[in-house]
C-alpha cells in the first residue's frame, strides 16, 4: 500500500515548456487534489476532481489543467510554463465524507 | 483575504517544555479544523483534528482546543521533543464542501535540546 505518489519528484523547465505531473493513489478515494504551496504562502488549491471524469477550479488555477482519466490517477497539466510557476507541487486524495486528506510527498518544480 | 491566519511564522521551545500553536479564522461557516505536521522534501502528514461540536480533543502528546465565540483554536504539544521540530499547518472545511481545506500560511517550530 503506497498510498499517494508522484512523478517526477524534480523538474527544471524552460520557459514556454510543457509538462505533466502525475499522481496515484491506491486507497480507492473518490476525492483528489492538487495544491502549490510557496514559501510564505501555505498551501493553495489548484484544482480538484470528486470523481473519474470530474474536475474543478481551485483557488489558483490560472496556467494549469487537470485531467482525471482513471479513478486512481490526477493529471495537473501546463502548457506552456512561466517562472512564477516555480514551486513544489502536492497531491492529496480522500474518501467523500472525510475531510482529512492524504498527501502526497511532493514534485519541486523549478521554471527557468 | 485570508480565512485561516496563522501569525507567528516560527515559534522556539525547549525539549520537554510546552508548544502552543495558534490559528484564527474569519469564516464562521468552518465546521471542521485540522493540524498538519510538515517535514522538509515531505508531504504534509495529518496529526490532530476537532469538528466544531467539539472544544477539546486529544491525542497522546497532542491537544487541540477550540474557541468558536473567538474564531480561535490552538495545537499544545506537552513534553516538546526534538523530533517535533517541523512547519505546522491549520487547515479548515466548510459545513457545504467537496473536501476542500483552506490552509494557514504555517508555523515553523523548533524544539531545542
Known amino acids: 500500500n503506497a498510498g499517494v505518489t508522484q512523478t517526477p519528484k524534480f523538474r527544471v523547465l524552460k520557459t514556454g515548456q510543457s509538462m505533466t505531473l502525475l499522481c496515484a493513489q491506491d486507497m480507492n478515494h473518490e476525492y483528489m487534489y492538487w495544491y502549490r504551496q510557496d514559501p510564505g504562502m501555505g498551501l493553495r488549491l489548484i484544482h480538484y476532481?470528486?470523481?473519474?471524469?470530474?474536475?474543478a477550479k481551485g483557488e489558483v488555477p490560472d496556467g494549469y489543467n487537470v485531467s482525471r482519466l482513471k479513478k486512481q490517477n490526477f493529471l495537473l497539466g501546463l502548457e506552456s510554463a512561466a517562472p512564477s510557476q516555480t514551486s513544489v507541487y502536492f497531491c492529496a486524495s480522500t474518501k467523500p465524507g472525510r475531510e482529512t486528506q492524504y498527501f502526497g510527498p511532493g514534485t519541486r518544480l523549478l521554471v527557468l | 483575504d485570508q480565512q485561516v491566519k496563522q501569525n507567528s511564522p516560527s515559534l522556539s521551545v525547549q525539549e520537554g517544555r510546552i508548544s502552543i500553536l495558534n490559528c484564527d479564522y474569519t469564516?464562521?461557516?468552518?465546521?471542521?479544523f485540522l493540524w498538519y505536521k510538515k517535514y522538509p522534501a515531505e508531504g504534509p502528514t495529518f496529526l490532530i483534528s476537532i469538528s466544531s461540536i467539539k472544544d477539546k480533543n486529544e491525542d497522546g502528546r497532542f491537544t487541540v482546543f477550540l474557541n468558536k465565540s473567538a474564531k480561535h483554536l490552538s495545537l499544545h504539544i506537552v513534553p516538546s521533543q526534538p523530533g517535533d521540530s517541523a512547519v505546522y499547518f491549520c487547515a479548515a472545511s466548510p459545513r457545504v464542501s467537496q473536501g476542500n481545506l483552506i490552509f494557514g500560511k504555517g508555523t515553523k517550530l523548533s524544539v531545542k535540546p
Open positions: 469564516n464562521s461557516m468552518f465546521d471542521y
Open positions: 476532481s470528486v470523481g473519474e471524469g470530474t474536475t
